[in-house]
């Protein structure tokens, strides 16, 4: 910064070097107030000895003073190229050369005899010597920063626009952080037309409660029935999961043959139940059953479940606000507390849920059926576990922006160009399931995270960072 100034100042007082348009003219005065005054430029045409009323003396000590001057702003514009990385440049070593040869000049006996010397042993011959030296190396400097302007003025200007690049990005990120925060909570948001459908509906359930319950009534054999097409369903939105219904069926042939499983909680069971008991759906099958009736999932089975007593992990779900939103988005959409929620955590769970059925077909409460998926049946699954949709393209979907392959075991279990798929609808072969122990699988890697948290919390409570 020290450079630049001196860089700023040198310019400011020697402005003349760019703006005139005549190198010879300018170069072809060696008067110190030409040098300083860039309108006395063309006003005075005598050299430093044409001045006969000057003493030698102080004539010796302006030319002295011009070389000093133009060595160090010689000496400015070489600092100046290199912080404008020119150093692959010629001007970088044209500046140094010129700044040595001022020094050079100087320190010959001759030209250093002369300051030594009293006015009247001052000899003119050498004096002019000395100043006809002096001249071009003044014409030359003065040339080489009016071709250096350019390529000074080009620099500043990519300079410049490097730095409004960057602010432009800064407000794009700034942006897309808060774009990426409003989606979240827009997901999440209900139109206010509906805003109390469930509570519409639960005043319904509790007004008449034996039109809406199954208690006392037989199992339909239909829901165990593995000749029949099943769907799983694990939603809490009483609107987006009979919308996963109603799609489906209307778009099945023959709806009597199929079987939806809706899962939900206990809060929003009594809506389901009326929202789906007020509709026949053409004769499809429809069960609407509380995630706590399966009794096998607690937390001493169900890793997730013993995950949601952390509450360092209940807080790094659950207080995402604007501020932490902002400061960190790098994984923020993973930070959705959905992703605790035991419904979403249920589909690792489909075997032992549905111990009877062979095949069954996920979907998610977002989607819309637009065609018959009874072809999904037929399908040769090849003893894979799991069809479903690619959804990678370039670097979209790959394993790489879900694990952190930086840790020796994830590098070592997987393929970080692997392509993910997308969750929304996926096909289970509940067999090939069983038999490759998919469930085990997926506990061995949820208590890893049990044991990484149990770390992080002994780490700080004993006041490590």
């Known amino acids: 910064m020290a450079t630049l100034a001196i860089a700023v100042s040198l310019l400011s007082t020697l402005s003349f070097v760019f703006t005139s348009s005549s190198p010879d003219v300018v170069s072809s005065d060696l008067n110190i107030g030409s040098y300083l005054n860039p309108c006395s430029v063309a006003t005075h045409g005598r050299s430093i000895l044409h001045s006969k009323s000057d003493p030698l003396k102080t004539r010796f000590d302006q030319i002295r003073k011009q070389v000093d001057d133009h060595r160090s702003l010689a000496q400015t514009y070489a600092a100046y190229a290199r912080k404008l990385k020119f150093e692959k440049s010629k001007l970088v070593r044209v500046f140094a050369e010129l700044s040595r040869s001022y020094t050079d000049v100087l320190s010959k006996p001759a030209y250093r005899a002369l ?231 249920l589909r690792f769970y489909l075997p032992e849920m549905y111990p009877t059925l062979q095949r ?4 998610d409460d977002d989607i819309i059926v637009q065609k018959d998926l009874t072809g999904l049946w037929k399908v040769d699954m090849d003893g894979k576990v799991n069809g479903a949709v690619e959804t990678c393209f370039g670097s979209f979907h790959r394993y790489s922006q879900y694990m952190n392959f930086s840790h020796p075991l994830i590098k070592e279990k997987f393929d970080p160009n692997a392509c993910a798929w997308a969750y929304g609808m996926n096909f289970f072969d509940l067999d090939a399931w069983r038999r490759e122990k998919c469930t085990e699988e997926y506990h061995y890697w949820q208590n890893l995270i049990i044991i990484i948290i149990q770390m992080i919390q002994t780490s700080v409570g004993s006041g490590h960072t």
């Not at 011959?125 to 080489?144: A, P």
């Not at 399966?294 to 779900?317: D, G």
């Open 360 to 363: 069954i077909l996920f979907l």
């Open 115 to 345: 300051s030594d010397s009293d006015t009247e042993s001052i000899d003119k011959t050498t004096m002019r010597e000395l100043e006809k030296k002096v001249k071009e190396r003044i014409k030359v400097t003065r040339q080489v920063i009016v071709e250096a302007k350019e390529s000074f003025d080009n620099q500043l200007k990519i300079q410049k626009l490097k730095d409004t690049i960057f602010a432009v990005n800064e407000q794009l990120t700034k942006a897309k952080k808060q774009g990426a925060f409003s989606s979240l909570i827009a997901a999440k948001s209900i139109p206010k037309s509906l805003h109390c459908v469930a509570m519409r509906l639960m005043e319904e359930r509790i007004a008449r409660p034996e039109r809406y319950t199954d208690e006392g009534k037989p199992r339909p054999v239909e829901f165990d029935d593995p000749k029949l097409y099943h769907y799983a369903i694990f939603s809490d939105n009483v609107v987006a999961a009979s919308v996963v219904v109603n799609s489906a069926v209307k778009n099945t042939k023959e709806p009597w043959k199929h079987v939806f499983h809706v899962v939900t909680d206990k809060m929003n069971l009594g809506a389901m139940q009326v929202m789906f008991k007020m509709k026949e759906y053409n004769g499809a099958h429809i069960e609407i059953k509380p995630y706590e009736d399966y009794t096998f999932l607690n937390s001493s089975y169900v890793p997730v479940l013993k995950q949601r007593e952390s509450a360092k992990l209940q807080n790094f779900y659950n207080f995402l606000n604007m501020e932490n939103a902002t400061k960190d988005t790098t994984n923020m959409k993973f930070r959705n507390p959905k992703y605790l929620s035991i419904l979403n955590h």
